[in-house]
């Protein structure tokens, strides 16, 4: 919230701010929240997680939810680029981060 008021956000207030709950395991329950009393017309965020969660932690559910929502990207979904981290990372890695660095970097090259 400081940092948001540092910045000029006018809606940095406590009842504009839903951080992550300590069991809340993605965004959905923030989403469904807020739709609660609102219409929500469009999300912005660095990671598909971010607008909607796919089925499985897989790429090809990820895949499946890309092709489903196609429309909705540049017009419901605004994508910052964040290409240092993400679940994207874990999807490479078929989830298992404790790969050694060189499967991770042939698996990183290999999505590509």
Known sequence: QKNLKQQGIPQ???SHILLKGKDDKSKESRRQKVQKDHK???LFGDNLLDFTDPKEATAESREALI???KDDFGKKYIIFPNPMYGSWEATIYNNNY??????KD???KNSI
Do not use: F, I, P, Q
């Open 106 to 108: 042939k698996l990183r």
């Open 67 to 69: 092709e489903k929502h």
């Open 12 to 14: 940095a207030k406590k």
């Open 98 to 103: 404790k790969a050694s660095d060189k499967t």
């Open 40 to 42: 929500l017309v469009m």
